[in-house]
């Protein structure tokens, strides 16, 4: 009986659902390293990293399994909110302490080029977990940041199922964009967030190569705001993987059309469904 269990009742009769989590959580097993940090990675970091992850894991369990039964939207997105917010301070807290303890470190934030009205990284696929899009959707809906429902309704049938590649290509912007700003900015997902550039020069070129159907162009990067990142990553994605839910990377702006356009599918992952598209490679 340690397996997790849901009771959902029909969507339209609107009579919610209940998470309950298994009892006896494994150890996080694996992080999802970028290839671009794997130089950085030693058995101190990887146990860090670990720790972090975990302690994201746990947060998210708490909140999760405090959910009313039966579960209603407002309740679930305030949990995605409270992970939201956490997963942003354990984030922050951990690039402060790196950069007070590596000077080189110090020294690359300060050389960090990503400004206001920079936009070359808003034109891929965003890959973010469902809670993180489901934070966006709810923040939308409570007018938290600015309505951009039909720019997502209208972008997301353009990119549909496209390849990292094949979106270079289009120059399709993300439709959280408006008038050179994320419009989503304080809410924005971790992979936004730890994408920090060295060379906004670059990071055009780049985009420019994009268009060209070229490959891609180096741009210089800091790694660690990466690892950092995809270690509250996994810690969210394994609290997910407690309630046995669907728990892959999925791709923000085909999600957030779903939301909108399909509520009811919300309630068919949160019943143990994958119906969430994956972020395509």
């Known amino acids: ?42 058995p101190q970091r990887l146990q860090a990293l670990a720790a972090l992850a975990e302690e994201l894991r746990g947060f998210a369990r708490e909140q999760l399994a405090a959910l009313p039964a039966p579960g209603a939207r407002a309740a679930l997105d305030a949990a995605a909110a409270a992970i ?21 470190f110090a020294a690359d934030l300060d050389a960090v080029q990503c400004r206001a009205g920079c936009t070359w990284c808003c034109h891929f696929n965003v890959e973010v977990t469902v809670l993180e899009a489901v934070r966006i959707d709810a923040a939308m809906s409570a007018g938290a940041i600015a309505e951009r429902r039909a720019a997502i309704a209208a972008t997301a049938p353009a990119i549909a199922g496209l390849s990292r590649a094949a979106r ?19 809410v924005r997902p971790l992979a936004c967030r730890s994408l920090l ?42 609290a997910l993987a407690d309630f046995r839910l669907a728990n892959h990377a999925v791709e923000l702006t085909q999600t957030l059309d779903l939301l909108q356009r399909a509520p009811a599918t919300l309630e068919r992952w949160l019943s143990g469904e994958d119906v969430f598209p994956r972020a395509a490679g």
């Not at 997790?4 to 694996?30: C, E, H, I, T």
């Not at 741009?219 to 509250?232: D, R």
Request: contains cysteine.
């Open 84 to 104: 939201g917010e956490a997963s942003e301070r354990m984030l922050e807290r951990e690039i402060t302490r790196q950069r007070g303890e590596i000077a080189a």
């Open 197 to 238: 550039s060295l060379d906004a020069g670059a990071c055009a070129a780049d985009f420019s190569a994009g268009l060209a159907g070229e490959g891609r162009k180096e741009v210089p990067s800091l790694a660690l705001p990466m690892l950092l990142g995809m270690a509250v990553f996994s810690g969210e994605a394994a």
């Open 168 to 186: 270079r290509r289009t120059g399709t912007p993300c439709p959280l964009l408006a008038d050179g700003a994320c419009s989503a900015y304080s």
């Open 1 to 42: 009986m340690g397996e997790a269990k849901r009771r959902k009742g029909s969507p339209a009769a609107g009579s919610g659902w209940r998470l309950v989590p298994v009892r006896q959580p494994k150890p996080l097993r694996s992080l999802s390293i970028p290839d671009t940090a794997l130089r950085l990675m030693t």
